[in-house]
């Protein structure tokens, strides 16, 4: 029942938190300079057709007036148009969450199944030949920029191979793609049985998913690495070698209790590669979330950048809510 | 030794115990380290390669690395283009080391900026915390601005500084500088927490010396090493950051020489084979990126007591094993 | 080693009467810029069958980096560099570590201090104890669960059912030192080492687990060497006792003896800290002079910079540990004579 109580302080703090982070980039984006309405008009409109858009905009209200007007709006879930693509924020986003989502989720899955099972190896034998690969890992993927890694993947993977198909977008042009449920494109064709689809969507994948999930297997690497040779040399560890356990119970030991550590690691990661995975969408042109809310930034298109910035805001807080979930189930002294 | 133990075989240790005392500090240690973790030897040499590079750039570089040849576009690495050219016909090679004057450029003075700028606030925001009035709320203030920063995506809030700003240098160190500070800002602030807590700070505070000397003298020469190491970590990050935003086309403008921008420029051409114009700026990136965590992680360890102690009795230990090893032979 | 190996094991009944026999046993740490420091120097120590040995030492004196060479655990880069440490006959130092994971906790167990940080936070105190059950005996779930909960009626904890469900964080110190005493008896061990083991427990609780593993292990005849800092604690629950200091044993000798006739200097001063004769303590703690702290001396005699008794010899020779009488075995050049 704590955690209930838990849960429910959390979420009293979640309006005003959005609100605030809401206004912060309103302010933010308000100080680009550029007329959305010259933007959207081209450069042959009439004064009285920019002055005429600029008040359908609210542009001509005061800051103050215009951000309290936006938050009505977001109170009835409506995220305003944007300008580039004529659509409601709302059904844009609908479309390039998942995509951002299913891309992240993967990559980091794939993280997690190179960097843990290195990261314990590497700190249970600090002498083997697995920890010199494991530090050898972390520091040359730490410094791969993903953007450059990912043409490198394409090169050899598309280029030259020709084994996965061309880096553009999430499906090929040919296919027909499976009814829009849960936004995955891998469930959505399990779901509707369509196995062309399933294929060829994971082919498109594959290259975005190596791409980040080998880089960002670094720092999940060295997290598991630092927080379990810790926890070998921790008095727990110790006196369980004093109790003659083998090394295989105490490195289960050490290892149940650096999870902790490592959820927390693949949360911030989770948060991060929400907006940070925008240079791989770009190279993959994956018309992801992260890519549309750039492209409103450079064209003063306001709506996209706040919709997607109360979407990740949301996120990110759901993610955390999960994690606070996963540490009450391992750890007995937080509840 | 003047008194020597008179056969105490057990004393023999503790007699050169007085002989050779040498701290675990200073340059004969700096290079003990580097001998026995040959890689941040590595990385020391990466970093003065490429700082070298872009100080003789001028004198090195082939052709001018603004001047296209459209004549010779797409040409493949060799003579005279040692990394090919691009697209347009400017030398890969000769702007591939002009590049560092500007991503390290931004890169250090961002996190130079951020580093002074968290640090200060940091210092403020954790000395006032525990106080009434004004401060209080300042500090406050400092904290929650750091939260809204930090629940921010890291790139949209960049890009949006860089775009609030104008493209310019300037802009771009200080969205560099805006996105680092947090970091430095925690780290600080809860050093001072932690410092103090001390005696001899409370001691000092007893004593009249007024806040702004307790933070000049004894809490900001405290947090110092945490600093200084968590700064060396994050150049690295910093020119990935200062390269993705040219990437995106949001930091510096074609065709000063940048590896983020390079790389973008020669992307298209991956697809139809022409791996050069992209491949060689990313690998002097990654190489310069590498370089740099190398130095850190030696930072890290040095800065820490606990761990640079831990490496000199490794240091140790090896002499010893080695000089048995020789008196054996 | 130049200096004599004495025994302390001479003019002792049998040899087969030996459970741990501890020679020469020197454990040194290198650093750099330094010589090797030595946490234990030539260190000779004897444990009979049914034997509980205090040994007595202030922090840093080396205590109990000998109770973790006897389990093979120095903390590297620590190596044990010379002396033997036997068990029932059985040279330690020539078994593979598989060999000693199987005696540790089963042949030799620890009582440990400060519990509620040594226990691992994310399991019950039932899982803990198990553990070490299943590990070193070949006992079904329910037998395990049977004897676990036989372990903490044993230890006199309360209400032991519900116990067994209980992390370590919500167990008083007091009842995370029973569990643990309760980890160390699992496996009826022969040799018990109890490190310090009631330092961090109020002084009426301190009382009664003291009692309690003084019962169990004289029940059981089961061997104890007994680790403290307290030298009054040792009068009423060990057969011998051993001081040490700066990683040197200095004087050894059983319990009448000891308190009867303490020769040297450092047990006396120990002594004396507990002594009601104020002019006794006040010559040995060093009179009216503020003592400042000095640590163990290089050279010479290493309790020298605290020794009120301080000759030219000790400056220079470093004193031997010599059987003055049968098995009484002080290190100093001038040992205390009784007045």
Excluded at chain 1, 44 to 57: I, K, P, V
Excluded at chain 1, 165 to 171: D, F, I, K, T, Y
Excluded at chain 2, 238 to 250: C, E, M, N, Q, V
Excluded at chain 2, 301 to 308: E, K, M, Q
Aim: proline share 6%.
């Amino acid at each position: 029942m704590q955690i209930l109580t838990y849960i429910g302080r959390r979420l009293i703090f979640v309006g005003p938190q959005l609100v605030g982070i809401l206004l912060v980039t309103f302010l933010l984006l308000k100080l680009i300079p550029g007329d959305p309405a010259v933007m959207m008009l081209g450069p042959f409109a009439t004064d009285d057709g920019l002055a005429r858009l600029r008040t359908e905009l609210g542009l001509d209200r005061s800051i103050v007036e215009q951000f309290g007007i936006y938050l009505w709006r977001v109170l009835h879930w409506d995220l305003g148009t944007s300008w580039q693509t004529t659509m409601p924020v709302t059904s844009d986003l609908a479309q390039r969450f998942p995509a951002t989502l299913e891309l992240v989720t993967l990559s980091l899955l794939l993280a997690l199944a190179i960097g843990m099972p290195l990261g314990v190896v590497g700190a249970r034998n600090r002498n083997g030949i697995v920890r010199k690969f494991a530090d050898i890992y972390g520091l040359a993927a730490g410094a791969l920029p993903d953007f450059w890694f990912g043409l490198v993947l394409i090169f050899i993977l598309y280029t030259i191979l020709g084994v996965v198909p061309a880096p553009l977008g999430r499906l090929d042009f040919t296919i027909i793609p499976p009814p829009d449920v849960t936004g995955s494109l891998l469930i959505d064709s399990v779901i509707s049985g369509n196995w062309p689809a399933l294929r060829n969507a994971a082919g498109h994948l594959l290259l975005p998913v190596l791409t980040l999930g080998l880089i960002n297997a670094a720092p999940i690497l060295k997290m598991t690495l630092s927080t379990m040779e810790r926890m070998l040399e921790a008095d727990f560890s110790r006196y369980a070698e004093m109790c003659g356990l083998p090394p295989k119970v105490v490195a289960r030991k050490a290892l149940r209790n650096s999870l902790p550590s490592v959820i927390t690691i693949v949360s911030v990661l989770y948060g991060f590669l929400i907006g940070g995975a925008v240079l791989v969408e770009i190279v993959f042109s994956w018309g992801g979330a992260g890519q549309y809310a750039v492209q409103g930034v450079l064209n003063a298109d306001l709506n996209p950048v706040l919709g997607f910035v109360l979407y990740s805001a949301i996120l990110s807080l759901v993610i955390y809510l999960i994690v606070d979930l996963i540490y009450f189930a391992i750890d007995p002294r937080t509840r | 030794m003047t008194r020597q133990p008179q056969g105490a075989g057990a004393l023999q240790v503790s007699a050169d115990r007085e002989a050779g005392n040498a701290p675990a500090s200073g340059w004969s240690f700096f290079l003990a380290v580097l001998r026995t973790r040959p890689q941040f030897a590595l990385g020391y040499g990466i970093v003065v390669l490429i700082v070298l590079l872009a100080i003789f750039a001028p004198l090195i570089a082939p052709f001018d690395p603004r001047q296209a040849n459209p004549a010779a576009f797409l040409q493949k690495p060799g003579w005279p283009y040692l990394m090919g050219t691009d697209a347009t016909g400017l030398d890969v090679f000769s702007r591939v080391i002009y590049a560092p004057r500007i991503d390290l450029t931004i890169a250090l003075a961002g996190t130079v900026v951020s580093a002074l700028a968290g640090s200060i606030l940091g210092a403020i925001a954790g000395y006032y915390e525990t106080k009434r009035g004004l401060g209080r709320m300042v500090a406050g203030f400092i904290m929650r601005s750091s939260d809204v920063v930090q629940a921010f995506p890291v790139f949209v809030f960049a890009i949006a500084v860089v775009a609030v700003l104008g493209q310019s240098l300037q802009s771009i160190v200080l969205a560099v500088a805006f996105v680092n500070a947090p970091i430095y800002l925690r780290l600080m602030r809860s050093q001072v927490l932690s410092v103090r807590r001390l005696r001899y700070v409370e001691a000092a505070y007893i004593a009249g010396t007024s806040d702004l000397g307790i933070l000049a003298r004894h809490v900001i020469p405290n947090a110092m090493a945490p600093v200084l190491a968590q700064l060396s970590v994050n150049i690295g990050w910093s020119i990935l950051l200062t390269a993705g935003l040219s990437f995106i086309g949001a930091g510096v403008e074609a065709p000063t020489p940048e590896w983020g921008s390079m790389i973008a420029m020669g992307y298209q051409n991956i697809i139809t084979g022409h791996w050069w114009p992209s491949i060689f700026p990313g690998l002097a990136l990654a190489l310069t990126i590498f370089g740099f965590s190398l130095v850190g992680s030696s930072v890290e360890v040095l800065a820490d007591p606990v761990r640079r102690g831990r490496l000199a009795g490794e240091i140790r230990s090896k002499r010893v094993r080695k000089t048995a090893a020789t008196a054996r032979a | 080693m130049a200096e004599t190996m004495e025994n302390p094991k001479a003019g002792l009944p049998d040899a087969a009467d030996m459970l741990l026999e501890c020679k020469g046993v020197s454990v040194s740490f290198p650093r750099y810029g330094a010589p090797v420091s030595e946490a234990l120097r030539d260190v000779s120590l004897d444990i009979r069958r049914g034997e509980v040995l205090g040994l007595v030492g202030e922090s840093g004196s080396g205590k109990t980096m000998l109770s973790r060479a006897i389990m093979g655990l120095v903390p590297p880069p620590g190596e044990v560099t010379a002396g033997t440490i036997r068990f029932e006959g059985k040279d330690l130092g020539k078994l593979d570590e598989e060999q000693l994971r199987r005696m540790r906790g089963r042949d030799i167990a620890m009582i440990i201090s400060n519990p509620r940080g040594e226990l691992d936070p994310l399991q019950t105190v039932g899982q803990q104890i198990g553990n070490v059950l299943r590990h070193h005996l070949n006992l079904t779930r329910r037998q395990i669960r049977e004897r676990a909960l036989d372990l903490l009626k044993q230890v006199s904890i309360p209400d032991p059912q519900r116990r067994m469900d209980a992390y370590p964080h919500e167990l008083s110190g007091g009842m995370a030192q029973r569990v643990v005493i309760a980890i160390a008896l699992a496996c009826s061990p022969r040799f018990i080492i109890s490190d310090d083991a009631t330092s961090g427990l109020d002084v009426t609780v301190q009382a009664q687990v003291l009692e309690l593993i003084r019962s169990l292990v004289s029940e059981r005849g089961t061997s104890m060497m007994f680790i403290t800092r307290d030298i009054g604690i040792t009068a009423h629950y060990c057969d011998r006792i051993a001081i040490i200091y700066a990683g040197e044993i200095v004087e050894v000798a059983g319990r009448e003896v000891f308190f009867d006739d303490p020769q040297h200097p450092y047990t006396v001063l120990l002594l004396a800290a507990f002594a009601q004769n104020e002019r006794l303590r006040r010559y040995w703690l060093g009179g009216d002079k503020v003592q400042e702290y000095t640590g163990p001396s290089p050279v010479g005699c290493p309790f020298q910079n605290r020794c009120v008794r301080v000759e030219e010899r000790c400056r220079g020779e470093h004193p031997a540990l010599l059987e003055r009488q049968p098995g009484h075995f002080v290190r100093c050049h001038f040992p205390v004579e009784r007045p």
